[in-house]
């Protein structure tokens, strides 16, 4: 199959012009005048932008169903609403519940990313965010089941699902942080995460083994001339990635220019989004035991703390672009950068030959009008 005569991002996120020959689920070559046959598909792409399928390391739900509902059903729900958003792999995110609950959705998980929907997402791995959080900080996150970094219960939670867990957040200045992730970073990504760490601790916390920034600005120390907090040490160390919510409900659109400037190619963009992602605003809906509701694109608990999100990828891509960030940045930080924070930058993120044919086709206004995964 070829994909001729369209614009793309190729894998420096620079826009270019040719032809991507797709064999097998894969890319096998890109470039200008690829020859092909008669007998070959050809697609004429004139007029539109091909870019990757875009990779959400963090959600916990939308269309009404969540990661920690732990049915078949939900996730598969999840995949499919979110291919028709351009989103072509994503980890299911668990919330901090109880052990049971989190054991039966990386179970769930499992099975997905075994025998994944033909006409969904790709489960490609689990973000567990928690339960080894700050209480303090714990946002939406249910206080009963929070409890301190303990590697021994990660590692069978790890075991369980078969490794599939790509993400683990902790907050550092619990007793045994910085120990606990020296150890799990020797098996996925490890995040700060809903803490209280000052800038001090989280430089710890990074010499640490900790690489990741869970929604940067969000439920930890912001920074300020003197203290410049942890999204200070995130900004100034080159080995974290960080994630950002980009719906303009979480970060003000001039704080998101202020970060992409900063992170560079360190940004990731994510959803955060739970179940009420595309249903009716108004009605409540739970998220890990708790009563969320929606109102002008904002969720919230009963008393108003801010409880994830209703956007994704493809509508926050839009939105940097509106606010000034280059197409190329943006849509990077949609795709390979998070990708590349899980591991799994070799095989998706990137229009590149050997890269599954995970891509999506957008017109003049960025709307999509194809999906290819």
């Known amino acids: 199959m070829f994909l001729i005569n369209a614009a793309y991002y190729d894998k420096d996120f620079n826009l270019a012009h040719g032809d991507i020959e797709i064999e097998n689920g894969r890319i096998r070559q890109v470039g200008e005048k690829l020859a092909y046959t008669q007998q070959d598909l050809a697609v004429d792409c004139q007029g539109y932008t091909i870019v990757p399928g875009f990779v959400d390391i963090h959600i916990h739900g939308c269309n009404g169903a969540d990661t920690c509902d732990g049915t078949r059903e939900a996730l598969d729900t999840m995949a499919r609403f979110l291919l028709q958003r351009g989103v072509t792999s994503f980890c299911p995110t668990t919330m901090t519940t109880s052990r049971e609950t989190i054991e039966q959705a990386l179970l769930t998980a499992k099975d997905c990313a075994v025998h994944p929907l033909e006409d969904g997402a790709r489960v490609v791995g689990v973000n567990m965010e928690g339960p080894f959080i700050s209480m303090e900080k714990r946002g939406a996150q249910k206080a009963q089941h929070i409890v301190p970094p303990d590697f021994a219960l990660f590692q069978a939670y790890f075991d369980l699902c078969g490794g599939l867990v790509k993400l683990v957040d902790i907050a550092p200045e619990q007793p045994g942080g910085c120990a606990f992730a020296a150890q799990a970073s020797k098996l996925c990504t490890v995040s700060i ?181």
């Open 193 to 373: 995460a809903h803490t209280t760490a000052g800038y001090d601790e989280a430089r710890k916390a990074f010499d640490s083994g900790i690489t990741h920034a869970t929604h940067l600005f969000n439920a930890m120390s912001g920074l300020s001339h003197r203290a410049p907090g942890v999204v200070g040490a995130v900004l100034a160390d080159p080995r974290v990635n960080a994630e950002l919510i980009c719906d303009g409900v979480h970060i003000h659109p001039a704080v998101l220019q202020t970060a992409f400037k900063a992170l560079g190619g360190r940004a990731a963009v994510i959803s955060d989004s739970m179940r009420a992602n595309g249903m009716p605003e108004g009605e409540p809906f739970d998220l890990g035991g708790q009563q969320v509701t929606v109102h002008g694109g904002k969720a919230v608990l009963a008393d108003g703390t801010i409880a994830g999100s209703v956007t994704n990828l493809h509508q926050e891509l839009k939105n940097l672009v509106a606010w000034g960030i280059p197409m190329g940045q943006a849509l990077k930080a949609c795709t390979l950068t998070p990708a590349k924070a899980i591991g799994l930058d070799k095989t998706i993120g990137s229009i590149e030959p050997g890269k599954r044919a995970d891509l999506v086709v957008l017109d003049s206004a960025l709307e999509i009008v194809g999906v290819y995964h």
